[in-house]
């Protein structure tokens, strides 16, 4: 009677256990490390600015344009809003 064989096939790793253990403890670490700083970056918000840096922009022909958001986050014009309007005050 033949015996049969397993359906699978232990392969003996190219390098030292201790190697692997290595391997696997700075994948984990990693790992952790990415998670962490993931976390801490979902958490945070953008950060307001002050009302200092809110100041509207005021053109020469007396027209202002807002330099922050109604809830404080900074407008990023693509041009100076003032170009048309005789330059900024």
């Given at each position: 009677?033949?015996?049969?064989?397993?359906?699978h096939?232990?392969?003996?790793?190219?390098?030292?256990?201790?190697?692997?253990?290595?391997?696997?403890?700075?994948?984990?670490?990693?790992?952790?490390?990415?998670?962490?700083?993931?976390?801490?970056?979902?958490?945070?918000?953008?950060?307001?600015?002050?009302s200092?840096?809110?100041?509207?922009?005021?053109?020469?022909?007396?027209?202002?344009?807002?330099?922050?958001?109604?809830?404080?986050?900074?407008?990023?014009?693509?041009?100076?809003?003032?170009?048309?309007?005789?330059?900024?005050?």
């Amino acid at each position: 009677m033949m015996s049969e064989k397993p359906p699978h096939r232990v392969l003996k790793a190219p390098f030292p256990s201790s190697t692997m253990h290595r391997l696997i403890t700075l994948s984990v670490a990693s790992f952790a490390a990415v998670a962490s700083i993931g976390s801490v970056l979902a958490a945070s918000s953008p950060s307001r600015p002050s009302s200092n840096t809110c100041r509207p922009i005021v053109c020469a022909n007396g027209r202002t344009y807002p330099t922050c958001t109604s809830q404080g986050y900074p407008i990023n014009y693509f041009a100076d809003p003032c170009r048309y309007n005789g330059g900024r005050r």
